[in-house]
């Protein structure tokens, strides 16, 4: 099973990839209906469908936590789903909860 800070940053690398974050679904297809984020069919993904798609949906809850640290009083869908959110703010919260992570590792 993946650590938490691979989850994380494996999930950051999805997002990372040219147009492959989206809003208002776990994961779309290639005409952005919404699909499985561990389907052969997602092709771009929110950041709890890129969670989902690198440690499959038992694999999350810490990597979700790490996120949302910095999302409260915000659920990660919730501050991923607002109106005027970007796909670098996304990565940059990856960015911040690697980073913690990586602290805690550390001093574990």
Known sequence: MKTTLQILIDARALLKGGGKWC??????????TRVDPNGKYAVCFCAQGALFRVAGRQGIFGATTALQNFT??????????????TKREVIALFTQAIKAERKHELHA
């Open 72 to 85: 409260l009083p915000m659920t990660l869908l919730e501050f991923n789903d607002q109106s005027h959110r």
């Open 23 to 32: 809003k208002g679904a776990n994961a779309r297809g290639m005409r952005g």
